[in-house]
C-alpha cells in the first residue's frame, strides 16, 4: 500500500495491491479537500466501479456513490474502468461581476482530476473533474473525443448520492404539471419521489447542504430520484423519445454540485455555483444595466384589465403613457408591457402559434410609446409569452429582438405558460412533438435565446424558464428568472396564494440558485382594487413587502402594484424608491428555513447600507448586531416596521416609519408581527 500526499492542492492518493488472488489492483483512492481541510472528497474504482464520498470536518456526508453514464446500445461510461492518470491543481483568483449581490467573488478551490479507460486498445475514456471549495464541493464528466465514440447518447445518468442519514429536506416535487411552481414541503429524504434542485437538507445540527448543479449548457436539467434508504440517484428529464441527452464528443456535462454550511446563512453567503461557470462572453457589458421597473401586469392579476383586447385591454397606448409618467416621475427605469402584442385573445395557452412578437394591437403604438419614454428617461420592458409553441417564437426571435433593439428596449420579460410535457418541437420527420419544459430541448431553446437577446443588446427576465445554474455569469443580460412560485399566486384564489412561510424557505432554496424576479411591493394587501376579490388578500405584512426588496435578489426589481396604492402611502414607497437592486457587499446575518430570514446588503458604488428582516406566520423579536457597517461611522437608520398591532391577516397595512442614529457597535431589536417584515436603510450621517 502506498500514500504521497501534494500538500499545496490539498491531493492524497492511495494504492491497494491486496487481492485474494494475489492479481494487480483491484481499488485506487484519490482524496482532494478544500483550502480549509473541512471538506474532502474521495474517489475510489473498485471492481471497475467510479465511485466518491465526502466528508466535513472528519464526519460522514455522503457515502460511497456510484458514477458515471449509460450510453446507447448497451455502451457504459460507469464500469470496467482502470485510473491511467490524476491531476491536481489549485486556484485562487478574485473576478468582478458586472452586477450581483457582491461585486468581486473570490474563486477559491482545489481541483482533482482522473482519467479513467476501460481494458483493450478499444477500451472507452472517461475523465472526471472534482473542485473542492469551503463553500462546498462539485464534479462533472468530461468525455474526451476518442475513436469509435463521436455520436453520445446518454440513456442513463448513474451518478448517486448516497446520504449519510434520512435528513430533514426542503423540496418540491419534479415530473409534475406546473414546472417549478409549488409551495414547499419539509420532510425526510425518504418521504419524496423525485424532487427538483436546489434541494436543501438539515444533515445535523450544525450542518446544512444544498444539492444542485452548475454550467447546465446543452444537456437535460437534473432532479434527484429517491431510490431506497437514504440514496438519491440523478434524474435526468428525457426527451420525448426517452433519451436524456444528445451529443458530440468531447464534451462536459454540468457540474454536480453540494454546497456545505455549519447554518443555513452560510448556504446563502456561497458563489461556489458562480465560480463553477465561465467568465463572461460578453465583452462590453456597459450596456447591461440593472434597474427598478413598473408596469401593466398587476392589474391584469386583479381583474381589473385584461391581457387580450377589448374594452378592459390593459395595454394600450393611454394607458402605459400614464405609467411611463408615473415611472418618470418616481425615479423607475422602466415600464413593463404585457398584452400588447396579436395572439392574446381567446385560450392563449392552447393556441400560442397565433402569437406575433412584432405586431401590436391597434391601441397599442410602440414607437410613440417608445420614443414618449425616451423623452422622459423611461425605457419599455418588451413580453415575449411563447404559451409553449417554440417554433413559432423561434421562428420570429430574430425580428423581434431587432424590432426592440431599434425602439431601445432594453429588457425583455419571457414566459413560457404551458404545463406538464406540453413544450412544442417539429421533429426531423416534420412531425409535432412535445418536451419536457426541463429537458434539453428546452436548454437548448433558453441558450438560443440569451445569445440572440445579447446580440442585440436586450436584457432578459424569464419567467417559467430553466432553472438558473450560475450561467448569468458567462451570459450577464441573462438579469432573472421566475422558476418558483412568485407573487402573482397571491393575487388568485385564497386557496392558491403562498403560506407566510414561503419567502423565508426560497431563501434557503430557490434563491441559492440565483435571482428571481418574485415581483414583490404589493400595497393594497387586502387586493381592494380587484373585482371580485373579497375573501382574497397578500399573505404579508405592507412592511414585509418592502423588507422583500433586500431579502430576495433581483437585479431587476419590480414595484408591481398599481400606481394608485404607492401614491396613497408615499412615505412607505419612499423604502422602495431607495432600495438598489446591485449590491457591493452581501451579508446573511441569521435565519431558520422556513421561519425568519436576516440579510443585509451595501449598495454598489454608494455607503448606504439596506436590510430586510421577513418572518412567517408567527411573530418575533430578534436582536441584530450591527458589526456590518463600517466602524467609525454615524448611520441614520431609516426604519419602515411592522406596527404593534400588525397581523398578516388581520392588520396588514399597519406600518411604522422611524428614524434612529446607530453605529457598528449597536444591537438592533427587530420586532417583526405574524407574517411581517421590516426594511432598513442606514445612510451615513459624514455624507455631504
Same mark, same amino acid.
Not at 154 to 164: C, G, M, P, R, S
Not at 356 to 376: H, N, Q, V
Not at 552 to 577: G, H, K, N, T, V
Given at each position: 500500500m502506498y500514500r504521497f500526499t501534494l500538500l499545496g492542492c490539498g491531493l492524497s492518493l492511495l494504492l491497494s495491491s491486496m487481492t485474494a488472488s494475489g492479481r494487480e489492483a483491484v481499488a485506487t483512492a484519490l482524496t482532494v479537500a478544500s483550502p480549509s481541510g473541512a471538506n474532502i472528497v474521495h474517489f475510489a474504482v473498485?471492481? $471497475?466501479?467510479?465511485?466518491?464520498? *465526502?466528508? @466535513?470536518?472528519?464526519? /460522514?456526508?455522503?457515502?460511497?456513490?456510484?458514477?458515471?453514464? #449509460?450510453?446507447?446500445?448497451?455502451v457504459s461510461l460507469a464500469e470496467r474502468f482502470e485510473l491511467i492518470d490524476s491531476q491536481a491543481a489549485s486556484a485562487d483568483a478574485t473576478w468582478s461581476q458586472p452586477w450581483g449581490e457582491v461585486h468581486k467573488v473570490r474563486d477559491h478551490h482545489n481541483e482533482l482530476r482522473v482519467e479513467l479507460k476501460?481494458?483493450?486498445?478499444? $477500451?472507452?475514456?472517461?475523465?472526471? *473533474?472534482? @473542485?473542492?471549495?469551503? /463553500?462546498?464541493?462539485?464534479?462533472?464528466?468530461?468525455?474526451? #473525443?476518442?475513436?469509435?465514440?463521436?455520436?453520445?447518447?446518454?440513456?442513463?445518468?448513474?451518478?448517486?448520492?448516497?446520504?449519510?442519514?434520512?435528513?430533514?429536506?426542503?423540496?418540491?416535487?419534479?415530473?409534475?404539471?406546473?414546472?417549478?411552481?409549488?409551495?414547499?414541503?419539509?420532510t425526510p429524504v425518504s418521504e419524496f419521489r423525485v424532487v427538483h434542485t436546489p434541494v436543501t437538507m438539515q444533515a445535523g445540527e450544525r450542518t446544512f447542504v444544498?444539492?444542485?448543479?452548475?454550467?447546465?449548457?446543452?444537456?437535460?436539467?437534473?432532479?434527484?430520484?429517491?431510490?431506497?434508504?437514504?440514496?438519491?440517484?440523478?434524474d435526468l428529464f428525457p426527451w420525448s423519445?426517452?433519451?436524456?441527452?444528445?451529443?458530440?464528443?468531447?464534451?462536459?456535462?454540468?457540474?454536480?454540485?453540494?454546497?456545505?454550511?455549519?447554518?443555513?446563512?452560510?448556504?446563502?453567503?456561497?458563489?461556489?455555483i458562480l465560480n463553477l461557470n465561465e467568465p463572461s462572453k460578453i465583452a462590453d457589458t456597459s450596456w447591461i444595466e440593472p434597474g427598478k421597473y413598473v408596469g401593466v401586469w398587476w392589474e391584469m392579476h386583479v381583474n381589473r384589465a385584461t391581457?387580450?383586447?377589448?374594452?378592459?385591454?390593459?395595454?394600450?397606448?393611454?394607458?402605459?403613457?400614464?405609467y411611463i409618467d408615473f415611472a418618470a416621475k418616481y425615479g423607475f427605469k422602466g415600464v413593463l408591457v404585457e398584452g400588447w402584442n396579436q395572439g392574446w385573445d381567446g385560450d392563449w395557452i392552447q393556441n400560442g402559434k397565433l402569437f406575433s412578437?412584432?405586431?401590436?394591437?391597434?391601441?397599442?403604438?410602440?414607437?410613440?410609446?417608445?420614443?414618449y419614454g425616451a423623452e422622459r428617461g423611461v425605457s419599455l420592458i418588451g413580453h415575449h409569452e411563447t404559451a409553449g409553441a417554440i417554433p413559432n417564437y423561434e421562428s420570429q426571435m430574430e425580428d423581434a429582438f431587432a424590432l426592440y433593439e431599434r425602439l431601445g428596449v432594453k429588457t425583455v420579460k419571457?414566459?413560457?405558460?404551458?404545463?406538464?410535457?406540453?413544450?412544442e418541437r417539429i421533429d426531423e420527420n416534420g412531425e409535432e412533438v412535445y418536451e419536457w419544459s426541463h429537458g434539453q430541448y428546452m436548454v437548448q431553446h433558453h441558450q438560443r435565446v440569451i445569445e440572440t437577446a445579447a446580440k442585440h443588446h436586450v436584457m432578459i427576465v424569464a419567467h417559467e424558464a430553466i432553472k438558473d445554474t450560475g450561467l448569468r455569469r458567462t451570459w450577464p443580460n441573462f438579469m432573472s428568472r421566475e422558476c418558483a412560485r412568485g407573487q402573482e399566486y397571491n393575487a388568485w384564489s385564497g386557496d392558491s396564494r403562498n403560506p407566510p412561510e414561503h419567502e423565508a424557505i426560497l431563501t434557503y432554496t430557490r434563491m441559492l440558485s440565483g435571482p428571481m424576479d418574485y415581483t414583490p411591493g404589493v400595497f393594497d394587501i387586502g387586493l381592494e382594487s380587484g373585482v371580485d376579490r373579497d375573501n382574497d388578500r397578500i399573505p404579508s405584512t405592507l412592511a414585509k413587502q418592502l423588507a422583500l426588496y433586500v431579502v430576495l435578489y433581483a437585479p431587476m426589481q419590480m414595484a408591481c402594484d398599481l400606481p394608485a396604492a404607492y401614491e396613497s402611502q408615499l412615505d412607505a414607497f419612499q423604502f422602495i424608491r431607495d432600495v438598489p437592486t446591485d449590491w457591493e457587499k452581501t451579508v446573511a446575518i441569521d435565519g431558520v428555513i422556513g421561519d425568519?430570514?436576516?440579510?443585509?446588503?451595501?449598495?454598489?458604488?454608494?455607503?448606504?447600507?439596506?436590510?430586510?428582516?421577513?418572518?412567517?406566520?408567527?411573530?418575533?423579536?430578534?436582536?441584530?448586531?450591527?458589526?456590518?457597517?463600517?466602524?467609525g461611522r454615524k448611520y441614520e437608520a431609516q426604519i419602515y416596521r411592522d406596527a404593534d398591532d400588525a397581523d398578516w391577516l388581520r392588520n396588514p397595512t399597519a406600518y411604522e416609519v422611524v428614524r434612529e442614529e446607530v453605529d457598528s457597535d449597536a444591537v438592533f431589536t427587530i420586532k417583526l408581527a405574524p407574517g411581517g417584515g421590516q426594511a432598513v436603510r442606514f445612510k451615513p450621517l459624514d455624507e455631504h
Amino acid at each position: 500500500m502506498y500514500r504521497f500526499t501534494l500538500l499545496g492542492c490539498g491531493l492524497s492518493l492511495l494504492l491497494s495491491s491486496m487481492t485474494a488472488s494475489g492479481r494487480e489492483a483491484v481499488a485506487t483512492a484519490l482524496t482532494v479537500a478544500s483550502p480549509s481541510g473541512a471538506n474532502i472528497v474521495h474517489f475510489a474504482v473498485e471492481e $471497475g466501479r467510479p465511485t466518491y464520498s *465526502v466528508t @466535513r470536518n472528519g464526519a /460522514d456526508l455522503i457515502g460511497a456513490s456510484r458514477m458515471g453514464m #449509460e450510453l446507447a446500445d448497451g455502451v457504459s461510461l460507469a464500469e470496467r474502468f482502470e485510473l491511467i492518470d490524476s491531476q491536481a491543481a489549485s486556484a485562487d483568483a478574485t473576478w468582478s461581476q458586472p452586477w450581483g449581490e457582491v461585486h468581486k467573488v473570490r474563486d477559491h478551490h482545489n481541483e482533482l482530476r482522473v482519467e479513467l479507460k476501460q481494458p483493450g486498445d478499444g $477500451g472507452l475514456r472517461l475523465v472526471i *473533474v472534482f @473542485r473542492a471549495f469551503d /463553500d462546498g464541493v462539485a464534479f462533472r464528466y468530461e468525455i474526451p #473525443e476518442q475513436p469509435g465514440l463521436k455520436k453520445v447518447v446518454i440513456t442513463n445518468e448513474v451518478t448517486e448520492f448516497a446520504l449519510a442519514g434520512d435528513w430533514p429536506a426542503w423540496w418540491i416535487p419534479a415530473y409534475d404539471e406546473n414546472r417549478y411552481e409549488y409551495v414547499y414541503s419539509h420532510t425526510p429524504v425518504s418521504e419524496f419521489r423525485v424532487v427538483h434542485t436546489p434541494v436543501t437538507m438539515q444533515a445535523g445540527e450544525r450542518t446544512f447542504v444544498s444539492f444542485h448543479e452548475a454550467a447546465l449548457v446543452d444537456y437535460s436539467s437534473m432532479a434527484l430520484r429517491h431510490v431506497g434508504d437514504h440514496k438519491l440517484k440523478a434524474d435526468l428529464f428525457p426527451w420525448s423519445d426517452g433519451v436524456l441527452v444528445r451529443g458530440e464528443a468531447p464534451m462536459k456535462s454540468p457540474w454536480r454540485t453540494i454546497q456545505i454550511a455549519d447554518t443555513p446563512s452560510g448556504l446563502v453567503d456561497s458563489t461556489m455555483i458562480l465560480n463553477l461557470n465561465e467568465p463572461s462572453k460578453i465583452a462590453d457589458t456597459s450596456w447591461i444595466e440593472p434597474g427598478k421597473y413598473v408596469g401593466v401586469w398587476w392589474e391584469m392579476h386583479v381583474n381589473r384589465a385584461t391581457w387580450g383586447s377589448g374594452e378592459r385591454h390593459g395595454a394600450t397606448t393611454e394607458n402605459v403613457k400614464r405609467y411611463i409618467d408615473f415611472a418618470a416621475k418616481y425615479g423607475f427605469k422602466g415600464v413593463l408591457v404585457e398584452g400588447w402584442n396579436q395572439g392574446w385573445d381567446g385560450d392563449w395557452i392552447q393556441n400560442g402559434k397565433l402569437f406575433s412578437f412584432t405586431k401590436s394591437y391597434p391601441d397599442f403604438d410602440i414607437a410613440e410609446l417608445s420614443r414618449y419614454g425616451a423623452e422622459r428617461g423611461v425605457s419599455l420592458i418588451g413580453h415575449h409569452e411563447t404559451a409553449g409553441a417554440i417554433p413559432n417564437y423561434e421562428s420570429q426571435m430574430e425580428d423581434a429582438f431587432a424590432l426592440y433593439e431599434r425602439l431601445g428596449v432594453k429588457t425583455v420579460k419571457t414566459g413560457y405558460v404551458m404545463f406538464g410535457e406540453g413544450e412544442e418541437r417539429i421533429d426531423e420527420n416534420g412531425e409535432e412533438v412535445y418536451e419536457w419544459s426541463h429537458g434539453q430541448y428546452m436548454v437548448q431553446h433558453h441558450q438560443r435565446v440569451i445569445e440572440t437577446a445579447a446580440k442585440h443588446h436586450v436584457m432578459i427576465v424569464a419567467h417559467e424558464a430553466i432553472k438558473d445554474t450560475g450561467l448569468r455569469r458567462t451570459w450577464p443580460n441573462f438579469m432573472s428568472r421566475e422558476c418558483a412560485r412568485g407573487q402573482e399566486y397571491n393575487a388568485w384564489s385564497g386557496d392558491s396564494r403562498n403560506p407566510p412561510e414561503h419567502e423565508a424557505i426560497l431563501t434557503y432554496t430557490r434563491m441559492l440558485s440565483g435571482p428571481m424576479d418574485y415581483t414583490p411591493g404589493v400595497f393594497d394587501i387586502g387586493l381592494e382594487s380587484g373585482v371580485d376579490r373579497d375573501n382574497d388578500r397578500i399573505p404579508s405584512t405592507l412592511a414585509k413587502q418592502l423588507a422583500l426588496y433586500v431579502v430576495l435578489y433581483a437585479p431587476m426589481q419590480m414595484a408591481c402594484d398599481l400606481p394608485a396604492a404607492y401614491e396613497s402611502q408615499l412615505d412607505a414607497f419612499q423604502f422602495i424608491r431607495d432600495v438598489p437592486t446591485d449590491w457591493e457587499k452581501t451579508v446573511a446575518i441569521d435565519g431558520v428555513i422556513g421561519d425568519y430570514v436576516v440579510t443585509a446588503r451595501k449598495q454598489r458604488g454608494a455607503e448606504d447600507w439596506f436590510l430586510g428582516a421577513i418572518s412567517d406566520e408567527e411573530a418575533r423579536t430578534l436582536e441584530v448586531p450591527l458589526a456590518f457597517l463600517d466602524p467609525g461611522r454615524k448611520y441614520e437608520a431609516q426604519i419602515y416596521r411592522d406596527a404593534d398591532d400588525a397581523d398578516w391577516l388581520r392588520n396588514p397595512t399597519a406600518y411604522e416609519v422611524v428614524r434612529e442614529e446607530v453605529d457598528s457597535d449597536a444591537v438592533f431589536t427587530i420586532k417583526l408581527a405574524p407574517g411581517g417584515g421590516q426594511a432598513v436603510r442606514f445612510k451615513p450621517l459624514d455624507e455631504h
